[in-house]
T-cell receptor
Framework: DAMVIQNPRYQVTQFGKPVTLSCSQTLNHNVMYWYQQKSSQAPKLLFHYYDKDFNNEADTPDNFQSRRPNTSFCFLDIRSPGLGDAAMYLC?????????????FGPGTRLLVL | QQQVKQSPQSLIVQKGGISIINCAYENTAFDYFPWYQQFPGKGPALLIAIRPDVSEKKEGRFTISFNKSAKQFSLHIMDSQPGDSATYFCAASCSIFGTGTRLQVFP
């Protein structure tokens, strides 16, 4: 089945220790998104890649970076995690960046910062 | 102008009842309004979506009503079932989410 896969499902890191979250997709979609979702809150878009073009949301902290080495994979790097970065991180894909495009979400990675 | 306001925050409905969730937006440039369903530990999944050129869209037990002049839209779940218990998010365009409604349907 075509899908969006996120690894790991749960990640524990220490305050200030860099961490990388992984997302892969078999949908061959051009766009990949990263969202942060804190408990009982809506997902908040951090950034997205349209092919190799990186698009950062204006209020995304510099602490968050992303890499997309190929169509299938996209990584979220948190350079120095703080306690406030504990959240569910959701990866999503869409065929194009159009505002009417359906997004397909992965199951998320829950990040705990100790 | 980029916000989508959603209510109620939580909703308890008896099995067989109607669940109604409301959303309001400000930016008239939005032209796509999806609803997502999210179960605990899972990512959101598209449930149903509407474009502002229609006032209602129905898929099975799920109906979106859209009021363009009032800049409001709502999700109606008919004959609500315990399996519908989840968090529902409205959205404008594809990435601006409402604050979510936790729906619990009791037998």
């Amino acid at each position: 089945d075509a899908m969006v896969i996120q690894n790991p499902r749960y990640q524990v890191t220490q305050f200030g220790k860099p961490v990388t979250l992984s997302c892969s997709q078999t949908l061959n979609h051009n766009v990949m998104y990263w969202y942060q979702q804190k408990s009982s809150q809506a997902p908040k878009l951090l950034f997205h890649y349209y092919d190799k073009d990186f698009n950062n949301e204006a209020d995304t902290p510099d602490n968050f970076q992303s890499r997309r080495p190929n169509t299938s994979f996209c990584f979220l790097d948190i350079r120095s995690p703080g306690l406030g970065d504990a959240a569910m991180y959701l990866c999503a894909t869409s065929r194009s960046p159009g505002l009417q495009e359906t997004q397909y979400f992965g199951p998320g990675t829950r990040l705990l910062v100790l | 102008q980029q916000q989508v306001k959603q209510s109620p925050q939580s909703l308890i409905v008896q099995k067989g009842g109607i669940s109604i969730i409301n959303c309001a937006y400000e930016n008239t440039a939005f032209d796509y309004f999806p609803w997502y369903q999210q179960f605990p530990g899972k990512g959101p999944a598209l449930l149903i979506a509407i474009r502002p050129d229609v006032s209602e869209k129905k898929e099975g037990r799920f109906t979106i009503s859209f009021n363009k002049s009032a800049k409001q839209f709502s999700l109606h779940i008919m004959d609500s079932q315990p399996g519908d218990s989840a968090t529902y998010f409205c959205a404008a365009s594809c990435s601006i989410f409402g604050t979510g409604t936790r729906l619990q349907v009791f037998p």
